[in-house]
Structures are given as structure tokens and as C-alpha cells.
């Protein structure tokens, strides 16, 4: 024990207020905790108090529509290719005009760690995080959302954006003829 | 009716009456530990079973006994069956001495506030909180844990070494008072309490049973993050239930014990006796609670060192001081 007393005394000297400063120590927190009793606590009492997050909050995904009310979605896979724990399943298929869509589009609600990868990852803004947190239920079939479940008459956080009205292969307007693109380029006027 | 079973009925229902209020007041008193430490971290706490979550206590009890019983392979079964029984009955067989009131007249018969006023009662409390050790001790012994051992090992150090400190800090009370009943110690306080007259005294008692009670900052025994839950880390269900409630039992009782000794007992103006004791009980419960939402756990050897070398010596020479002053006083 002689030990811990020269540890003592090296770090606090032979001050006579060293033990006027233990006691301080002593009798201070009791003032900071009696304070602290008569605040209000900062609880969100949640059934009653719901918080607000904020807009990009990651929770229940959803599939958006473009201006016109369309599907954005182009079943390129790349949000179920970005998903880590594979919870995203579909099936691309074709419409009479060369437009992609998906046949069936599943998210497996009770894997989804949402993550937030696939709605990184989705070239169209159509796979995109909402902050609608209360999402919990005790059937985790029932977890499973088809396309019609995720699927919502809106164009989430951009109700602008057309992806076929910049790119594509001319579903909206022939191939180039978006205001932003140049058409399709001859490649054999550019050879050297 | 002779007045023998007169005087037995009357016991009787004081006991009942004691047990009744002690058990439902240990109840509430975790609530309200639990909603008070809450408050000190800025939250609610418990408040969501009834009103100000008041059936709290009702649904922890429910809890506790729909548990499973585990005993763990190579328990000393009897030992361990008894150990959490004995943590309890030895709090609150203490109560027994306690006087809450002055004697009232009930049908023309005077009746002490009082299960029994021994002419030893100090002797008697000091007696049962030595007893109190046997609790953690056996429970501990009996799990068959490491850990369980060790925290019964510190719970035996501890209140050994406490009780010291303890015990010597009464005896300015019994000598300021002149009587080892509790009774006349409460009324020898009449116009100034003992914790005035003797602050010195009053501290190292209120430290000492702050240890008595193991809890924080004196909670070594069952230190968290070292044990586990100490002595109890093996028990589970309504015998872990029977520790707890024991532990707050005890508090109870040593906040009675404190209000008897230097606050006064019941003696206060205006309102009722009975309302002034528990109102005291309460304020010294509010203080261990205070205490335990405001202090860090003592390291092993600081406690030793605080126990041995600081209270011990501070309660001898309080002795030595306030026995000197009182035969100078009485010239």
C-alpha cells in the first residue's frame, strides 16, 4: 500500500489542499445530481410522443412513380446486386416498346438492415428509403412485400425526375432526342 | 378477555401491521429509487403500469414468481434454499425494536408503538445486522460460482469491517442518552436530535450503514462490472426477489434506525408523531438513493482504507471526546 501512497504524493505533492479537494470531489456531485433531478427529461415518451426524423432517415422502402404516374423502376437488378443481405428479388421483363419493367418485385422486409445501398445504388430513383420507422411485425411472411406493397403514387424525395426523359433507349422520346443528349454518334466518322 | 391475551392479540396485530407496511413500503421504495435515479439521468423511469407507473412493483412481484427456480449443479441446495430467507428475516426482524410513536390510549389501555422495547434494543440491532452477513455469505458459498464466492467473500469483509464503525458510533448516543433502549433514546433527543448534538457521530453512522446496506458507493459485494451480480449472481426468480427485497427492507430499516438514533424518532411539531417518523424514513431513503445516482463504486482497498483507518479511528477518539465532555458536564 506504501506504493499507492507515493503514487498519491507524487501526483498531488504533500498539498495540504488535496484533501480539501477530495471532499469537494465528494460533495460537489451531490449539488450536480440534485440539479439535474428537476429538469425535464429529455425521454420521448414514444406510443404517445412520436419523434420526427429527419428526411433521410433510412427505414420502409418504396418504389416511386415518375412525373406521369409510371413505374420508375427498369429492373436493372442493381439494387438487388447492391443489397448485402439479398433480401431484393425480381423479375425483368419487356413492354410492347422496348420499355423494362419489373414483372415482380420483392423485398424481404425481416432481412432488409436497411442499409440504404439499394436506393444508392438504383439508376432511376425509383428504390428509394422513406422514415417511416414503425415497420415491425411478429410473421416474418408477412414481412415479404410484393411489387403492389411497395409501389406508391409518388416520386419520393424527386417529383421531377423522368429517367427516360435523359437517357435511355427512346421510350419517352427517340433515341438522342432528350434536351440534354447529343444524338447517336456515326462511329465511323470518327475514325482517325 | 385476560389481559394477557389482550396484550398477545395487540402484538399480533402491531406485527401484522409492520409486516404489512414494511413489505408494501420496500415495494414502492424500489419504485421509488428506480423513478428518483431516473430523474438524476434525465429520464422518466418506470411510469407506465398504472398511474405514475404505481402497480409497477404489483407487476415486478408477478414477474418474480412466474420465473423459473434455477438451482445450479453442485449447489449446497439447503444452503442456498435458505440463504435469500435469511437476508430477509434478519431485516425485518429488526423492526421489532423500533419505536414509531409515542404510546397511545386505545380503549383505556395504553399501547407502545412498539413490537417490543428490549432494554437492550441497541444491542439487538447491532446483533441482527451481524446476522445480516450470514445472507450473503451462505449464498454466496452455496451457488458454486466463482463469482458468487467472491462477492459473498467482500460482502463478509465489508460489513465486518463496517459494523466496527458502526457500533462504535452508537455508543455516543448511548452515552448522551444513558439508556440502551430505543425508547428512551428517541426521548432523550426531545428538544435538540443527537445528529446536532454529535454530527460527528451522525456521519460515520449514516457512512457505516450506507456500507451495512451494500449499496452504492458500498456496493462491492455485488459489484457489476467485476461479479457478475456478486453474491446473487446465481439466484434467480422470487429468491433473487427475497435479496432484493431484503436489501430495501434493510434500508428501510436502517433509515428507521437513523431517524431513532440522531433525528429524533418521532418527536417534531405540528403533525402527528407517526407522520414526522416515517417523513424522517423517507428523507433518509431519499439520501441512500441520492447517494447511490451520485457516487462512483470504492475500489477494494480504498474501502478497506476508509473503514479501518479513517471511520475507526474518527469514532474512537468521538468516544474518547463526547465521554470526556459528558463527565466534565456532570462535573
Known amino acids: 500500500m506504501a506504493e499507492g501512497i507515493d503514487v498519491y504524493k507524487r501526483r498531488y505533492g504533500q498539498n495540504p489542499k488535496s484533501l480539501w479537494r477530495d471532499l469537494k470531489g465528494t460533495v460537489e456531485p451531490f449539488y450536480v445530481t440534485l440539479r439535474n433531478m428537476f429538469k425535464k427529461p429529455v425521454t420521448y415518451q414514444y406510443p404517445e410522443e ?15 412513380r415518375d412525373p406521369e404516374g409510371g413505374e420508375r423502376c427498369v429492373a436493372c437488378y442493381l439494387c438487388s446486386a447492391a443489397c448485402p443481405v439479398d433480401c431484393i428479388s425480381m423479375q425483368s421483363s ?17 432481412r432488409c438492415i436497411y442499409c440504404g445501398l439499394c436506393a444508392e445504388a438504383c439508376p432511376t430513383l425509383a428504390i428509394q428509403m422513406t422514415p417511416f420507422y414503425e415497420f415491425s411485425g411478429r410473421d416474418p411472411l408477412k414481412m415479404v412485400y410484393e411489387k403492389e406493397d411497395l409501389l406508391i403514387a409518388d416520386g419520393g424525395k424527386d417529383n421531377e425526375y423522368n429517367f427516360y426523359k435523359h437517357a435511355g433507349i427512346g421510350v419517352a422520346n427517340p433515341r438522342g432526342g432528350n434536351e440534354d443528349e447529343y444524338g447517336p454518334v456515326d462511329v465511323r466518322s470518327n475514325l482517325p | 378477555m385476560s389481559d394477557f391475551a389482550i396484550d398477545i392479540l395487540l402484538i399480533l396485530v402491531k406485527l401484522g401491521l409492520i409486516f404489512a407496511v414494511l413489505l408494501t413500503g420496500a415495494a414502492y421504495l424500489v419504485l421509488a ?11 422518466y423511469g418506470p411510469n407506465r403500469v398504472g398511474p405514475f407507473g404505481m402497480m409497477q412493483p404489483l407487476a415486478d412481484a408477478v414477474k418474480l414468481l412466474t420465473k423459473e427456480d434455477f438451482i445450479p449443479a453442485q449447489a449446497d441446495k439447503p444452503i442456498f434454499f435458505v440463504a435469500p430467507g435469511l437476508a430477509a428475516v434478519t431485516a425485518l426482524l429488526a423492526f421489532a425494536v423500533v419505536p414509531f410513536s409515542p404510546p397511545i390510549t386505545l380503549f383505556g389501555r395504553e399501547v407502545p408503538m412498539v413490537v417490543c422495547d428490549l432494554n437492550i434494543g441497541v444491542l439487538y440491532f447491532l446483533g441482527l445486522s451481524s446476522l445480516a452477513v450470514y445472507g450473503i455469505a451462505l449464498g454466496g458459498w452455496a451457488s458454486n460460482s466463482k463469482y458468487a464466492l467472491l462477492g459473498g467473500i467482500r460482502g463478509l469483509a465489508q460489513l465486518i469491517s463496517y459494523e466496527l464503525a458502526m457500533g462504535l458510533s452508537l455508543v455516543p448516543v448511548v452515552l448522551m442518552a444513558g439508556s440502551f433502549s430505543l425508547t428512551d433514546i428517541v426521548l432523550a433527543q426531545n428538544p435538540v436530535p443527537f445528529a446536532l448534538l454529535n454530527p460527528v457521530a451522525f456521519l460515520v453512522f449514516l457512512i457505516s450503514t450506507a456500507a451495512e446496506s451494500k449499496r452504492i458507493p458500498f456496493d462491492i459485494p455485488e459489484a457489476e462490472n467485476e461479479l457478475v451480480a456478486g453474491f446473487h449472481t446465481e439466484y434467480s426468480g422470487m429468491r433473487f426477489g427475497l435479496f432484493f427485497v431484503g436489501e430495501y427492507i434493510n434500508m428501510m430499516i436502517l433509515g428507521s434506525m437513523i431517524t431513532v438514533f440522531f433525528l429524533g424518532g418521532w418527536i417534531g411539531p405540528v ?9 424522517k424514513v423517507m428523507a433518509v431513503a431519499f439520501v441512500f438513493i441520492w447517494m447511490r445516482g451520485t457516487l462512483p463504486r470504492l475500489r477494494y482497498d480504498q474501502l478497506m482504507h476508509f473503514g479501518w483507518k479513517f471511520l475507526i479511528p474518527v469514532s474512537l477518539i468521538n468516544v474518547i471526546v463526547t465521554g470526556a465532555l459528558l463527565l466534565w458536564l456532570k462535573g
Do not use: C, H, M
Open chain 1, 50 to 64: 412520436k419523434r420526427t426524423p429527419y428526411p433521410r432517415y433510412r427505414a420502409r422502402i418504396v418504389l416511386t
Open chain 2, 271 to 279: 403533525l402527528p408523531p407517526i407522520v414526522w417518523f416515517f417523513a
Open chain 2, 33 to 43: 429509487e428506480r423513478r428518483v435515479l431516473g430523474r438524476i439521468q434525465r429520464r
Open chain 1, 94 to 110: 419487356e413492354d410492347e416498346n422496348g420499355r423494362r419493367y419489373a414483372a415482380w418485385f420483392r423485398i424481404n422486409f425481416s
